[in-house]
């Protein structure tokens, strides 16, 4: 760093979640503003930089892995600066076991401190040692950070940060902290931007957006009944919702929109009302059900996704069989399936009776199996009927011309006489996949 006119460039990788993803977002956003170019690999790059997630040991092996990886680069390079970032850091054990491994790592700063980046990285150049920090809370909500985002065509807006749930397995409320919400105007603003600029598909994100505006007195089907009157055309979808949280006013809200997506992705986690209370959930899958059944009857077409988690300490052969019924019995569209991943200071680290991983294995073998049966059957009933569809480039399947993607999030294949990337069209379904659905469009 003795150039001060040479151009510096970063490369940045985030692992986890679309918050965390939105994050990265920022941090790109700030290091563009410090007039950092971008490398799509590490080999250029004058800072690396390693926006990681804790929600599952798998993620953080992989960020081990990466980061070890990095020890010739640094050798051959002293002048590179090493940065990592994200929800592993907020985790003192954790923080503290990279940072003794890996002595050569230069910044180390957690998820609230993203919006000090440029002061961090100029005291790791002039003082030329390790830079830490991490907060554990964050009280206040720091906007008007620049954002560099992945997408002219998408965006995705943060509505609220942190969780107040503590389910048992979950180490997201002790590395995100408390539950803070944007005020609705700074939402809506945003989101007008985003719409005058083009951008046509907004998802707000949140650890659980259905406890959304407490601090101002607004709930979130309020924030999604007045971003649904933003002028223009586009559509808007949330996640993640907490089934214990999904009200009655949600649903009558969505159902009256002309904008907010036909997609609920909902994470019922099991099928096992005594798993679920282990899990501190909340709710039972009755109660699941009749959230899903109302939701159904007023959102005709409504596309349903959940998360479940098979090998929960403690999950019997029958717990698991409950889970197995009750995908049965509620038809989702898709699931994002996890085998459970104990994650140390959290209730469920403590509980007895491990799953060993073979059979966590093996459950989650048939659990695949009977989504792959089930989600299959649920795309059927769109055969004949007519979708709204975001078109976004080439086919996936490989069997129409163009791909894009419904109201209801469905992946949508299509034959049409122009590319019309970027708009929305009407398309014919005429066949369903697993993963997908086949049409033409309407003229
Ligand atoms: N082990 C496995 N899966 C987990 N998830 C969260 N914590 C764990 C864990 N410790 C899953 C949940 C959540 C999704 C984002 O990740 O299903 O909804
Ligand atoms: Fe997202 Fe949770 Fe991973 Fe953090 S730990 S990146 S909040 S999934």
């Known amino acids: 760093m003795t150039d001060k006119n040479k151009q510096l460039y970063a490369y940045t990788r985030t692992y986890g979640c679309r918050a965390n993803v939105a994050d990265g977002e920022r941090i790109d956003g700030i290091l563009a503003e410090m007039g950092y170019g971008f490398v799509n690999s590490p080999d250029g790059a004058d800072l690396i930089l390693l926006n990681t997630c804790a929600v599952r040991e798998s993620a953080e092996t992989r960020v081990f892995g990466n980061i070890g990886a990095l020890v010739h680069r640094k050798r051959l390079n002293p ?9 592993m850091v907020q985790r003192k054990h954790t923080a503290e076991k990279l940072c003794g491994t890996f002595p050569f790592i230069d910044l180390v700063f957690g998820t609230h401190a993203i919006h000090k980046l440029p002061e961090l990285l100029s005291e790791v150049i002039s003082e030329k040692r390790r830079v830490t920090d991490i907060t554990a809370y964050a009280d206040e909500i720091v906007e008007g950070l620049p954002i560099r985002r992945g997408s002219a065509l998408k965006a995705d807006v943060p509505v609220m940060y942190g969780c107040d749930n503590f389910c048992s397995y979950c180490v997201v409320p002790y590395v995100r902290g408390r539950e803070r919400s944007r005020k609705p105007d700074d939402v809506l603003t945003e989101v007008g931007g985003l719409v005058k600029s083009g951008v046509k598909e907004i998802t707000l994100l949140g650890q659980n957006v259905n406890s959304y505006g407490k601090e101002h007195g607004v709930t979130f089907a309020e924030l999604l009944r007045e971003i649904d009157k933003t002028e223009g055309e586009f559509r808007v979808a949330y996640m993640t919702s907490h089934p214990k949280d999904f009200s009655r006013e949600l649903t009558d809200v969505i159902a009256k929109s002309g904008k907010i997506s036909r997609q609920l992705h909902l994470p019922a986690q099991s099928g096992s009302d005594r798993v ?22 007023k959102i005709p077409g409504l596309s349903v996704t959940t998360d479940i988690i098979v090998g929960f300490p403690g999950e019997t052969r029958e717990d698991f069989e409950q889970t197995l019924a009750f995908i049965r019995k509620i038809g989702f569209d898709s699931a994002y399936t996890f085998i459970y991943s104990k994650r140390e200071g959290t209730k469920a680290a403590e509980l007895p009776d491990r799953i060993t991983a073979e059979e966590k294995s093996v459950r989650f073998n048939e659990l695949l199996r009977v989504l792959e049966d089930t989600c299959g059957r649920a795309y059927g009933r769109f055969v004949g009927s007519t979708l709204r569809v975001l078109c976004e480039g080439k086919g996936r399947t490989g069997k129409r011309a163009y791909t894009g993607k419904s109201a209801q999030g469905v992946i949508v294949d299509f034959d049409s006489d122009r590319n019309a990337t970027g708009e929305f069209v009407n398309v014919k379904i005429d066949a369903a996949l697993k993963w997908a659905v086949l049409g033409s469009v309407q003229k």
């Open 79 to 87: 002048d590179l600066i090493v940065a990592v970032c994200g929800c």
């Open 276 to 297: 679920l209370a282990l899990m501190n959930r909340g709710y039972t899958s009755g109660q699941y059900g009749e959230i899903i059944e109302r939701a159904r009857e």
